[in-house]
């Protein structure tokens, strides 16, 4: 096991302007399951290459456990990496595949062989170690690449998206596997993903970048409560945290005929007429009175159930996402009328990453 910090660590490839990470600095715990997320081009997997090796930091330092390996080969780094297309042997078997890394430290054959056992019984490969990866579906190849990886008992496990190339049921049942596999070994693991849903259901604690930038790290329950900016508040959940400007006034924000009461040092805080509001889905309520919402598409999941439609404000017509009661969900084309819940809304400043305002 062991702890890893990355110090203001950047990366700037050649004949870009902007770096594709930038004066990264994060810390993760010892034994602790680190989720990088963030949209295409956030710098995610760049900064899991880089704790690798396998990219060169241009300025600032990666270290692991107090020591500086910024410039250690990969060999020297004492990490073990899953990539997202298994990156299997087709001709050898999937126990020779596990132990192949094992075979070139020239480790004994019968250590090998146990090592590849025990790690096949933890991973419930112990009878597919004869056979092939044609022979194995998406999910065993996955858990033979992890198993590879485990058998080295490295210091650190790095994951770049391994579930992407599985099924939706796959998806669930591996994300499962890895995250009891994860706390059984208690081994340090830094995992990239672009699914907000994986990385809320897997990580200790999660770190959201955009642009390279480091936008926060937190467990993933406070990044869904407590999101520290606009960015982060749309980008974490499913559906994603309604977002719209709203006019303010000397008693607080309007929509429609329901006022929302912001104390008077937030009024002064925001210091313009208008405000960006978040609400997620589940605190916009269906109600007698409020603000007419025309339901554009209704998603039923069983034992949930999603309204998608508009709003009408003042000129504008502004999208709106509410949970609504699964057992008598609203129709297509339906007009509902709907308020927001007034402890439940967040404050940002206007723009695309505008900090959180706290309401005092």
Known sequence: MATITFDKATRLYARSDRPAVDTLDLEVEDGELLVLVGPSGCGKSTSLRMLAGLEEVDSGRILI????????????????????????????TVAANMGFALGLAKVPKPEIRQRVEEAAKLLDLHDYLDRRPSALSGGQRQRVAMGRALVR?????????????LDA?????????????????????VYVTHDQVEAMTMGDRVAVLKAGILQQ????????????????????????MNQFLLPLDENGIRFGDQTIAIPRETRAEIG???????????????????????????????????????????????PLVARVDWR?????????????????????????????????
């Open 65 to 92: 456990d107090g020591q500086d390996i910024t410039h250690a080969g990969p060999r020297e780094r004492d990490i073990a990496m899953v990539f997202q297309n298994y990156a299997l042997y087709p001709h050898m």
């Open 153 to 165: 008992s490295p210091r650190v496990f790095l994951m770049d998206e391994p579930l992407s190339n």
């Open 169 to 189: 049921k796959l998806r669930v049942q591996t994300r499962s596997q890895i995250t009891q596999l994860q706390r059984r070994l208690g081994t340090t693991t």
């Open 217 to 240: 790290c937190a467990p993933p329950r406070e990044l869904y409560r407590n999101p520290v900016n606009a960015f982060v508040a749309g980008f974490m959940g499913s559906p994603s």
């Open 272 to 318: 313009r007429s208008e405000v960006t509001v978040g609400i997620r889905p589940e605190h916009v309520d269906l109600t007698d009175s409020g603000v007419e919402l025309e339901i554009d598409v209704v998603e039923e999941l069983g034992a949930e159930a999603y309204v998608f439609g508009r709003i009408m404000f003042d000129t504008q017509s502004i």
């Open 328 to 360: 008598n969900p609203p129709a297509k084309g339906d007009v509902v009328r709907v308020r927001l819940a007034d402890a439940h809304v967040h404050l940002f400043h206007p723009g695309p990453e505008g900090a959180r305002i706290p309401r005092l």
